[in-house]
């Protein structure tokens, strides 16, 4: 997927293996990158899984972190033994 992604990664486009976060303000924006990140999956014969598919959330979990307008938060299971 990085490597389909390549020219749109960047601070607001990111990729995780199968994985795409996009973190635009404006909508038209996010909705110009919404298509062309759906552009290139069908030009590589990939498909989305709609089950899977979500969009315009205040907050994410991705890789452990929590994503969130406020900022970046580590869940604290995580970091508990570091902690204790």
């Known amino acids: 997927m990085n490597d389909i992604l390549r020219d749109l990664i960047n601070t607001e486009v990111m990729s995780f293996i199968n994985d795409v976060l996009i ?18 999956i ?9 089950e899977k598919y979500m969009q315009k959330l205040r907050r994410v979990n991705f890789l452990g972190v929590e994503l969130e307008l406020e900022g970046v938060k580590i869940e604290k299971e995580k970091v508990k033994e570091v902690v204790d």
């Not at 069908?42 to 709609?50: A, H, S, T, V």
């Open 23 to 40: 973190n635009m303000e404006e909508e038209e924006e996010h909705n110009k990158v919404v298509e062309e990140i759906l552009k290139k």
């Open 42 to 50: 069908k030009e590589n014969d990939l498909y989305i899984k709609l």
